[in-house]
């Protein structure tokens, strides 16, 4: 078993002890994000602390969801590559993006180059502030972006994150429908981190309680979206699922819903979390997990959740092959072939009672 995290992690600090750390950094700061990071003061307080210390930095705030690998060179060229430190604020692309930056900085390579481990061994420091409760994005050596639209994750050590600042206050102000969907993004990794053929007593310690603060918290914040302390078990639940999958990687609900997210739009969190289901059912642990969170599909249900969009065989054919080549599949419990790859899609469209789209 292996347990590597290199990542210092700061949870409701305030910036009192963390500030030290960013001084240690470097000095010269390159921070991506969006536009909510105004709404919810993250990238103020980020900037006073920046200011307090003296720090040159620059602001890239419109990133798009699922990065595409345009908006890296975008960014490149704007605003070179000659920063000690990237900042991700924000959820799950600014910070996915962040990593991306940070390797690019630091290496003469193309985007796609990224896929290819010997291709690179640098990267510039990076520094993550998640302003969503879901991706664990700052606590993995994954980012994930979207290549001639599809979308597709690359991993190495390089780009863990050298510090991350959890504060939950920043997700009071996440609306209903964000706070769900990033929400079953963080379950959805437990889950399949928990499941993974991949996983070791380590990794299910912390899929397991990552299970648990979602089961016994979501429901509740759903109807009470200002209570702080429920923000808080939904923060650390998505820090613990990220550690989870830092140990294990993703399995196939991911894989299979990539193309939901790349090609119909739905968010990540849903596009995953329908198919936990049928791949729970599949696992030879469905008893395991029902302990904990019951049965996956009323969970879902009691959110509910919903996805909507028109398909074609054809496309369930395209997805299928893809999902097939993915290297979720040797990973994931349940020996998946194309025959069964299909199945899952087509158990989500017609069987799920989640499917509100039309085929
Ligand atoms: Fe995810």
């Known amino acids: 078993m292996k347990f590597y995290l290199p990542?210092?992690?700061?949870?409701?600090?305030?910036y009192k002890d963390s500030i030290i750390e960013i001084e240690k950094l470097g000095n010269t700061f390159l921070i991506i994000t969006g536009k909510s990071s105004k709404k919810n003061k993250s990238l103020d307080e980020l900037v006073d602390v920046l200011k307090k210390l003296n720090k040159k930095f620059e602001i890239f705030d419109?990133?798009?969801?699922?990065?595409?690998?345009?908006?890296?060179?975008?960014?490149?060229?704007?605003?070179?590559?000659?920063?000690?430190?990237?900042?991700?604020?924000?959820?799950?692309?600014?910070?996915?993006a962040a990593k991306a930056i940070a390797v690019l900085c630091k290496n003469d390579i193309k985007v796609e180059d990224l896929y290819d481990n010997l291709k690179y061994n640098s990267a510039s420091k990076i520094l993550c502030i998640?302003?969503?409760?879901?991706?664990?994005?700052?606590?993995?050596?994954?980012?994930?972006?979207?290549?001639?639209?599809?979308?597709?994750?690359?991993?190495?050590?390089?780009?863990?994150?050298?510090?991350?600042?959890?504060?939950?206050?920043?997700?009071?102000?996440?609306?209903?429908?964000?706070?769900?969907?990033?929400?079953?993004?963080?379950?959805?990794?437990?889950?399949?981190?928990f499941l993974s053929l991949r996983a070791s007593e380590f990794s299910k310690l912390y899929a397991l309680e990552a299970i648990k603060l979602i089961k016994q918290n979501l429901n509740k914040l759903v109807e009470d979206l200002q209570n702080y302390e429920l923000r808080k078990k939904i923060m650390l639940a998505s820090f613990y699922a990220g550690i989870a999958i830092s140990l294990t990687g993703t399995t196939i609900a991911h894989s299979l819903g990539y193309s939901l997210?790349?090609?119909?739009?739905?968010?990540?969190?849903?596009?995953?979390?329908?198919?936990?289901?049928?791949?729970v059912k599949n696992s030879g642990k469905e008893?395991?997990?029902?302990?904990?969170?019951?049965?996956?599909?009323?969970?879902?249900?009691?959110?509910?959740?919903?996805?909507?969009?028109?398909?074609?065989?054809?496309?369930?054919?395209?997805w299928s092959n893809r999902v097939l080549n993915s290297s979720h599949v040797k990973v994931t419990p349940g020996n998946y072939n194309l025959n069964k790859i299909r199945e899952a899609y087509k158990w989500v469209i017609e069987k799920s009672g989640l499917y509100g789209g039309s085929k």
Do not use: C
């Not at 990133?63 to 345009?70: C, S, W, Y």
């Not at 050298?162 to 929400?183: G, H, M, Q, R």
């Not at 090609?263 to 995953?272: N, P, R, S």
């Open 287 to 318: 008893e395991e997990i029902k302990e904990i969170l019951g049965d996956p599909l009323e969970f879902l249900k009691s959110l509910n959740v919903s996805i909507e969009f028109s398909i074609e065989d054809e496309e369930i054919e395209r």
């Open 62 to 96: 419109e990133t798009l969801e699922n990065p595409p690998k345009e908006m890296l060179y975008k960014i490149i060229d704007k605003f070179g590559k000659n920063w000690d430190v990237i900042v991700g604020l924000g959820g799950g692309s600014p910070m996915d």
């Open 261 to 279: 997210t790349s090609e119909k739009g739905i968010k990540h969190g849903l596009a995953t979390a329908v198919f936990l289901p049928f791949e």
């Open 130 to 193: 998640p302003t969503t409760s879901g991706t664990g994005s700052e606590v993995t050596q994954y980012s994930v972006l979207t290549i001639n639209n599809v979308k597709k994750g690359f991993k190495h050590d390089v780009i863990f994150p050298n510090v991350s600042i959890l504060e939950p206050k920043y997700t009071l102000t996440l609306s209903k429908e964000l706070t769900i969907s990033t929400a079953l993004d963080a379950l959805s990794h437990a889950v399949e981190s």
């Open 7 to 14: 990542t210092k992690v700061f949870f409701e600090d305030g």
